[in-house]
């Protein structure tokens, strides 16, 4: 197939009402035109949820029992990840006295999945570029569990294919937290990076010149 692919996400508070001002869930799908099947096919998916805690905090939210009440695993993330119950963005320089931020929210990727005979292409990581445009990562942290999925459930996952799948999220910026877990501070994803790059650029054309 030598059409592109096009990138389609659904965004939606939860159906919860005590979670839904705080927390988005969404869901991104990677499509190409089939002309033998004469029709779009999925070539991958994203999904996961967006967890407000700039705005849970400021309405007297415990973010710990708000994170238990969606999932399991976002429960496990926020015991394994969380320092002393808080959330921070990770720092390359965390040695050097600087305070570290706080996150203002986290984004959690339930499901990375490509299609088997699709992986090699790229399609995961633009799932990730799309994810970073549609969703506001700002002074979020991400987080997923970097395990391979498989429809075969109940089997063990290979030694080999865990290594595979921690190394894709290490080439996109993560870094492990604890045994299962990744992470990445946001203002590191494509999205940011041009936001923070414009900012930049925006303050440099407003200092008056020198006289």
Known sequence: MDEPLEFEFIV??????????YVLEFTGRALQWDDDEATEVEAGTIRGHRIDFA?????GMDIATLMDSISPDISDFRATVFEGGICYLPVSNKGSGCAQPLCDSLV???????????RGEGIGHELMKQM????????????LKAFPLSQDFGRERDPEEIRKVKHFYESLGFMPAGKDYMIKNADNCFAMKK??????QQ????????T
């Open 108 to 118: 959690y990727i339930d499901e990375v999945l490509v299609q088997a005979d699709r």
């Open 12 to 21: 939606k508070s939860v159906a919860d009402e005590e979670q839904a001002p």
């Open 55 to 59: 705005a849970a905090r400021a309405d």
């Open 195 to 200: 936001r923070l790059q414009w900012r930049r």
């Open 203 to 210: 303050a440099a054309e407003a200092v008056p010149p020198s």
């Open 132 to 143: 970073s445009l549609t969703i506001d990562i700002e002074h979020a942290l991400i987080g």
